[in-house]
């Protein structure tokens, strides 16, 4: 009778080994055809509810809609209060000014934010948020808007930007010094994506290597890190400065 020869030991870890280097080679890339995914789909809402905030300005004569969430009447979100039931932080959140338009949930949000979050997107200050002339600040004409007839170049101005978290008001960033004021997001990599008053969405990786330190410890933290010392000729800074107020201040 002839015998089988089987595998010996060291043949069965040969191929183990060959294997594990195998999937050390291929999860990296798996991983980021996964958040290349997730990112896809986050500028899917993104650019649904930037549509969403054009048909509310075409319904209200052109006015924009509140950028900050829970703020007075016309606020773009209503964010539930914390200890409401299902129930009633679902009849909440429907009562934000844009859901009407986008009467999703889940287009409010990234899917890889934080869990449990109503919002994970926000709108910038330029954009009918928090009022910087009231703060004694003077703002030259075509830099905070109210209306869509003062938006020019819209293709570049900027209305969404994906935070990963929920913001507490509209997203700030400095108009007239060379620094960040809020969290500078880490999504979908170094780097984050936002929504243009053209209806286009796209995503930003950060490459100086001031922005990205501060990135990375705003996503290890919380809360979120903000306001930055001084970024001279940072062009992270410089873009986001650009596409938020339409000109740099400085």
Known sequence: MMKHKGFTLIELLVVIAVIAVLMAILMPALQRAREQGKRVSCMSNLKQLQLAWVMYADDYDGKIVNARPGVGAGAWALIPPQHAS??????AFERGALYAYCPSPEIFKCPTGIRGEWATYAIVDAMNGFDW???GRTLPRGVYIKSRSE??????????I??????????????????WWDAVPARH???TTFSFADVHAEYRKWTDPRTIEIARKSLASSSGVGYSEEHPDNEDLRWVQQGVWGRLGY
């Open 86 to 91: 299902p129930t009633q932080a679902r009849e």
């Open 133 to 135: 002339v009231r703060e």
């Open 151 to 160: 938006i020019r170049h819209a293709s570049r101005r900027i209305v969404f």
């Open 162 to 179: 994906d935070e990963g978290r929920l913001s507490p008001d509209s997203w700030t960033v400095y108009y007239d010094q060379e620094r």
């Open 189 to 191: 990599g170094i780097g």
